[in-house]
T-cell receptor
């Protein structure tokens, strides 16, 4: 069973549309990260959220950590083709130092 | 942040052979992590490598198949032994930097076993 359930698994949209990706769990986390991965590259860290209810913005990307620290969402406004990639959420349970649990990922394709 | 160099970036290998993947970090780190990733899929942790001790393997991964070396605080290797086509995958090393477990990755090694 997957500790982090990410949805949707695939998302194909037109440039200019908005989208939201979800990362859910029944477990409580110390922190949660979002990564973006492009073909042929390793994942790149976008943001870390730590506090329940926290909202962080990175240009057109808005990240939210649930109040209970069990879930998170990533919202992209006016998507662009450069946003295309695999989006991964990962979480730290605070028990084993450095052990991150990754979601299955959301493959986003933005068409011009 | 940390800069990680991983090589080779890709390889095509014959079944039954072994491949060693190298991971070099630009700073000293306590732990290094090795992941496997099927194309377009998420990451599965293979093992955690600490300097000066045996690597800790996740369920489903064993040392005989994936031996790991960690000779110093900036370098690690992962060997994929006695390869079969099922080992075809992307292998990634990562380190964590800062107070939070934020991961930084190498560019990955795309392995194809024929």
């Amino acid at each position: 069973t997957q500790l982090l359930e990410q949805s949707p698994q695939f998302l194909s949209i037109q440039e200019g549309e908005n989208l939201t990706v979800y990362c859910n769990s029944s477990s409580v986390f110390s922190s949660l990260q979002w990564y973006r991965q492009e073909p042929g590259e390793g994942p790149v860290l976008l943001v870390t959220v730590v506090t329940g209810g926290e909202v962080k913005k990175l240009k057109r990307l808005t990240f939210q950590f649930g109040d209970a620290r069990k879930d998170s969402s990533l919202h992209i406004t006016a998507a662009q083709p450069g946003d295309t990639g695999l989006y991964l959420c990962a979480a730290d349970r605070g028990s084993t130092l450095g052990r991150l649990y990754f979601g299955r990922g959301t493959q986003l394709t933005v068409w011009p | 942040s940390a800069v990680i160099s991983q090589k080779p970036s890709r390889d095509i290998c014959q079944r039954g052979t072994s491949l060693t993947i190298q991971c070099q970090v630009d700073s000293q780190v306590t732990m290094m992590f090795w992941y496997r990733q099927q194309p377009g899929q998420s990451l599965t942790l293979i093992a955690t490598a600490n300097q000066g001790s045996e690597a800790t393997y996740e369920s489903g991964f064993v040392i005989d198949k994936f031996p790991i070396s960690r000779p110093n605080l900036t370098f690690s290797t992962l060997t994929v032994s006695n390869m079969s086509p099922e080992d075809s995958s992307i292998y990634l090393c990562s380190v964590e930097s800062g107070l939070l477990p934020e991961a930084f990755f190498g560019q990955g090694t795309r392995l194809t076993v024929v």
